[in-house]
């Protein structure tokens, strides 16, 4: 069975009503090189979804694809459709701002601003035109209390954000991003940089957050895949050698619900990949 079908297929199975994102034949460019070739896939609303596979398979591109983070790079550009809330993201008159609004997005390493913890969190709904001094005490703790972190920096919310612990600090980063009220948020690799500890409070916050929040990871963690991830969707690197020169791209292979893909992969590259037989 062709991805295509599967992804079809996988389509079909989940309701039009519980998808939160759909990409439809998604490539990535990078001026003339194509980094990721044709993907078709579909989020599905409330649930965790997992991406894993080799570095450069392009796991990370197709995250930044969902809230037009590749605009940002110079001569990246999208063909193909990314379907959200009946839309399609990439048409002309979408602004990308407010897709990020909607979109949100935790960056690998903590990324807080050089501002105080309640300026970090503030900092969103500020922009969005909200001054009320007692709107934003409301927001910054809903977010904190939302982010499992409200009960160890409540007191002390005029210390900077710098000051805080990995961990800390990327809670208060996912803190930040759900001040303002997305319903997607993407994660790239956001436990790579803490330690065990660290990550497994991110874990079982991601499993609290996902009961409001459609949430995507990259990782490399494919334990962390098993424990934290709903569905999971297989990337990998296709190569192939032009007038001596090998040209590499990523494609999905294989996407399902985790249970599925490590159990009883459809595709032997999955099963070669998960079983430690390559990548």
Same mark, same amino acid.
């Given at each position: 069975m062709s991805v295509e079908q599967q992804t079809i297929g996988m389509a079909?199975?989940?309701?039009?009503?519980?998808?939160?994102?759909?990409?439809?034949?998604?490539?990535?460019?990078?001026?003339?090189?194509?980094?990721?070739?044709d993907v078709s896939m579909v989020i599905p609303r409330h649930k965790i979804t997992a991406f894993i596979g080799p570095s450069g398979c392009g796991k990370s591109t197709m995250l930044r694809v969902f809230?037009?983070?590749?605009?940002?790079?110079?001569?990246?550009r999208v063909e193909g459709e990314v379907i959200y809330n009946g839309q399609n993201l990439y048409d002309h008159h979408i602004d990308p701002v407010e897709v990020r609004r909607r979109i949100g997005m935790v960056f690998q390493k903590p990324n807080p601003f050089p501002k105080s913890i309640f300026d970090n969190i503030a900092y969103g709904p500020r922009l969005l035109g909200i001054r009320?001094?007692?709107?934003? %005490?409301?927001?910054? #703790?809903r977010s904190l209390k939302g982010a499992a972190l409200w009960e160890e920096v409540k007191t002390n919310l005029k210390k900077s954000g710098l000051a805080?612990?990995?961990?800390?600090q990327q809670r208060l980063c996912i803190a930040r991003t759900i001040a303002i009220e997305p319903d997607v948020i993407l994660m790239d690799e956001p436990c790579s940089a803490l330690d065990p500890i660290a990550t497994q409070r991110i874990e079982e916050l991601m499993r609290e957050?996902?009961?409001h929040y459609t949430i995507v990871i990259v990782t490399h963690n494919m334990q962390q895949a098993v424990r934290i991830s709903d569905y999971t969707a297989f990337f990998?690197?296709?190569?192939?050698?032009?007038?001596?020169?090998?040209?590499?791209?990523?494609?999905l292979?294989?996407?399902?619900?985790?249970?599925?893909?490590? %159990?009883?992969?459809? #595709?032997?590259e999955t099963a070669d990949y998960i079983s430690g037989r390559f990548g």
């Open positions: 079909m199975d989940i309701p039009h009503n519980q998808i939160a994102i759909e990409a439809k034949n998604v490539s990535v460019y990078y001026g003339d090189y194509r980094a990721v070739k809230n037009r983070m590749n605009d940002l790079i110079d001569g990246a009320d001094k007692q709107t934003l %005490n409301e927001i910054v #703790e805080l612990s990995g961990g800390q957050l996902v009961e990998n690197i296709r190569k192939i050698t032009v007038d001596h020169r090998e040209i590499r791209w990523g494609e292979v294989e996407f399902a619900p985790t249970e599925d893909v490590f %159990n009883s992969p459809r #595709e032997q």
